[in-house]
């Protein structure tokens, strides 16, 4: 039986574990499990309700970062967590600033606000998303922008999840119409450009660009 991944193909925590499927050449079956209205039987699966969870063999797990843990260890490929402790743990941290710390403005104020509320029918929060650009994300991009450098990447010249998890709120935040300022932030801009022109990430883009170009569509015509 194959690995089956569930989630939503625009949550940043599913297209994260999407990434590391290809990197790691891990063969899979997406199945399509939106963050709300969840099904009973998906609480079998993610106890929580939240994507993305997984299925292999009889094991079920939730939870991005669980999971990316479980498929670094368990099966072949890139490895994505450095190549010591201290490796590992930096990009643990990394990963957990991504996941809990840049996602509240990139994501759940400016994403949700200007892509999923529009999709579900809902008003935009306009004033929660000017606040979250202008004033609550400039700090922690500051700081990404310190742990960068003039590196390629999170880990000098390798890859690792700290930097797919960066890159997926930020490709989040590109898709709600907010672009990094490449003057003020020069590495985490050229960071993006270098993530997103990876096969593994440039192949997943179109369906979410379709997605995202529909409810902009939308949203213009009932204006």
């Known amino acids: 039986m194959s690995l089956i991944l569930y989630g939503a193909i625009l949550s940043p925590f599913v297209r994260k574990i999407r990434i ?34 997984i299925k292999d063999g009889d094991l079920s797990l939730a939870d991005s970062s669980v999971i990316a843990q479980y498929l670094q260890e368990t099966r072949d490929g890139i490895r994505l967590y450095g190549s010591t402790p201290a490796e590992a743990a930096r990009v643990r941290w990394l990963e957990k600033y991504a996941d809990y710390e840049l996602a509240g403005p990139a994501t759940f104020k400016t994403f949700f606000n200007r892509v999923v509320h529009r999709l579900m029918g809902k008003a935009c ?12 994300l400039p700090p922690l991009l500051d700081y990404l922008e310190t742990q960068l450098a003039s590196q390629h990447y999170f880990l000098g010249d390798q890859f690792s999840m700290a930097d797919i998890a960066v890159c997926s709120q930020l490709i989040n935040l590109a898709h709600a119409g907010e672009l990094i300022d490449e003057e003020t932030w020069p590495a985490l801009s050229s960071l993006l450009s270098r993530v997103t022109s990876r096969t593994s990430v440039s192949s997943l883009l179109p369906a979410e660009h379709r997605i995202v170009g529909m409810v902009n569509g939308a949203s213009v015509s009932a204006t």
């Open 125 to 136: 929060d306009e004033e929660a998303v000017q606040q979250a650009v202008k004033q609550d």
């Open 20 to 53: 590391q499927l290809a990197e790691q050449n891990i063969e899979h079956e997406l199945v399509n499990q939106t963050p709300f209205m969840q099904p009973d039987w998906y609480y079998e699966i993610s106890p929580l309700g939240r994507i993305p969870a």
